[in-house]
Each structure stands twice: as C-alpha cells, then as structure tokens.
Antibody, heavy 121, light 108 residues
C-alpha cells in the first residue's frame, strides 16, 4: 500500500526558508522509474507543480521558482525534502507530495494529504 | 511558460453528460491526466494517458484527445461528482509538469 505524508511548519515568517518533508511507504526511491514531486495550491486557487526528484537523483524544478527551490532525497529513510527560500505571503498554500512511476509520461498516482503553510509575520 | 487552459466552470443536471476541456500546444505530444479534487481533500487521479481509467474509478469517467485539446467526459453525472477537476500534462520536452487552472463542476 502506497502512502505519502507531508510534514513541516504550519507558519513561517516572510524571508524565512521553508523546509518540508515527504515521508512515504509502499515503494522505494531507489527503484528504477520511481519519482516524487512537490505540488502546491494556494487557498482557492489552482494546483502548481514545483519540483521532481527521481530514482537516479536527477532533479527538475518549476522554471518560475527554480532559484528558490531545492529538492533532495534520503532513500534509507524513504523521505524527500523540499526547501524554499525567501518565503513571502503569496507562498501561503497547501503543499502536497505525490509519486510518479517514471520521469515523464506518467501520472501523479498517489498523493499525500497535504500540509498548509501560512506565511505571515 | 507553457500553459493549459480549462473553462472555470461547468454546470450540469444529474444524469446528464459533463464535458470539461483542456487546451495546450504540447498536448499532441504529451499525455494528459485528469484529477478530481473535492473540498479539503487531496486530488485523485481519474484519467491517465489521455483516456485510461485507473482501477476503482467509475466507468462514467472517460477521456479523449483531439489535436491540442483533451476532454474529460462524465456520463450520467451524479451529485458526488461535484468537484474541481484539473488537467495535467508536460511541456514539449516532457520534463516540466504543468496543471490547468481547474474547472469547477456544479451538479444542479
């Protein structure tokens, strides 16, 4: 059974760095083809893809946010970590992690429940 | 940057057919995926690779593709289908994922 769970602070201050952890089970990121993405959704707005890391430790970032994002993995802990620097109130959103079986041409087939991050002083 | 365009809203009566479109220049080259999201919940995959249905998704959900437009069709809409629906694909390189702006399906 595949599960993913996001964790991290519920509140961050402007200019701070956000660190989110996705802890998953039911698959391994050392298995060829496995990938984890981060996606966010501001309140009442659309989904936005942020980043992806694959089994080979290749990393891909949203072109609009790439200067602020870093994605990494700890295969032994079944975790993927996303950091986002210089947080702003517009970054207030629910952040999701999700799995794909393949870097391209595959669906986000399992999602975590999401974690709401509010950026406010 | 690459964009997928969806209508903001679609309304249908129970038992009717709902069609939600998604347009994007790279859709002839890249698969499309559809996700259903109900309030307070994570998205759920309902269609993958343009027209394939995951196990557990009712047969009334179907997908199709024609040129730069993909369509999610819900036949015999039920009240429980009221939700936001998002299409997702990738840019022409296949590297960068992108979501449409979402369509709110209202069951009258």
């Amino acid at each position: 059974q595949v599960t993913l769970r996001e964790s991290g602070p519920a509140l961050v201050k402007p200019t701070q760095t956000l660190t989110l952890t996705c802890t998953f089970s039911g698959f391994s990121l050392s298995t060829s083809g496995m990938c984890v993405s981060w996606i966010r959704q501001p309140p009442g707005k659309a989904l936005e893809w942020l980043a992806l890391i694959d089994w080979d430790d290749d990393k891909y970032y949203s072109t609009s946010l790439k200067t602020r994002l870093t994605i990494s993995k700890d295969t032994s802990k079944n975790q993927v970590v996303l950091t986002m620097t210089n947080m702003d109130p517009v970054d207030t959103a629910t952040y999701y992690c999700a799995r794909t079986q393949g870097r391209t041409g595959t669906a986000l087939d399992y999602w975590g429940q999401g974690t709401l991050v509010t950026v406010s002083s | 940057s690459y964009e997928l365009t969806q209508p903001p809203s679609v309304s249908v009566s129970p038992g009717q057919t709902a069609r939600i479109t998604c347009s994007g220049d790279a859709l002839p080259k890249q698969y499309a995926y559809w996700y259903q999201q109900k309030p307070g919940q994570a998205p759920v995959l309902v269609i993958y690779k343009d027209s394939e249905r995951p196990s557990g998704i009712p047969e009334r959900f179907s997908g199709s593709s024609s040129g730069t437009t993909v369509t999610l069709t819900i036949s015999g809409v039920q009240a429980e289908d009221e939700a936001d629906y998002y299409c997702q694909s990738a840019d022409s390189s296949g590297t960068y994922k992108v979501f449409g702006g979402g369509t709110k399906l209202t069951v009258l």
